[in-house]
């Protein structure tokens, strides 16, 4: 069965750090290029970044750029997202996709005091 | 970065009745990279329609797109009660970024 399962999430003060995992089965991980989109309670999809097949190649929404950073280890078919500086507006439930059709459910990530 | 605006907001029908959702870019996308996704509540984005116009695997065909350039088109012929959903485009062009659209909601009439 093909999936992907994200893991991570919880409730978080602002300024603090997260790391997201995805874990994907029932494919060959290590031919797709990965995302990571998150969206906020009520509103729409927005895509956060990406990275290529080998990780060689990524690239973060403006939004992002410089507090998190997207990694992935093809051995153990994941790929992850650490999140530092974190915010209130980073408030979202937070979806990996490989390529374009493959989802995971998400895991929610709550930014508050 | 390419803006992608999606219109109506909502679309209020009936089951059976024909959808009409709108995609339009801010630049052109010539190479057709549109994606159109289907949420519904508490639910993970169900991809539709990849390269403006192919429908992903499994989707009916009364789901379907159309445009080039700066405007786009997903159609569902006759609504069905499952259809009743969030829809999003979204661009895979401008790589490295990709956007999504703001969404239409097709509600019950």
């Known amino acids: 069965e093909v999936q992907l399962v994200e893991s991570g999430g919880a409730l978080i003060q602002p300024g603090g750090s997260l790391r997201l995992s995805c874990a994907a089965s029932g494919i060959t991980f290590s031919s797709y290029w990965m995302h990571w989109v998150r969206q906020a309670p009520g509103k729409g999809l927005v895509w956060v970044s990406r990275i290529n097949t080998d990780g060689t190649t990524i690239a973060y929404a403006d939004s992002v750029k410089g507090r998190f950073t997207i990694s992935r280890d093809n051995a153990k078919n994941t790929v992850y997202l650490q999140m530092n500086s974190l915010r209130a507006e980073d408030t979202a439930i937070y979806y990996c996709a490989a390529g374009l059709g493959i989802w995971g459910q998400g895991t929610m990530v709550t930014v508050s005091s | 970065e390419i803006v992608l605006t999606q219109s109506p907001g909502t679309l209020s029908l009936s089951p059976g009745e024909r959808a009409t959702l709108s995609c339009r870019a801010s630049q052109s996308i010539s190479t057709n990279y549109i994606a159109w996704y289907q949420q519904k509540p508490g639910q993970a984005p169900r991809l539709l329609i990849h390269?403006?116009?192919s429908r992903a695997t499994g989707i009916p065909d009364r789901f379907s797109g159309s445009g080039s350039g700066t405007d786009f088109t997903l159609t569902i012929s006759r609504l069905e009660p499952e259809d009743f959903a969030v829809y999003y485009c979204?661009?895979?062009?401008?790589?490295?970024?990709?956007?999504f659209g703001g969404g239409t909601k097709v509600e019950i009439k």
């Open positions: 979204q661009q895979y062009n401008n790589s490295p970024l990709l956007t």
């Open positions: 390269g403006a116009s």
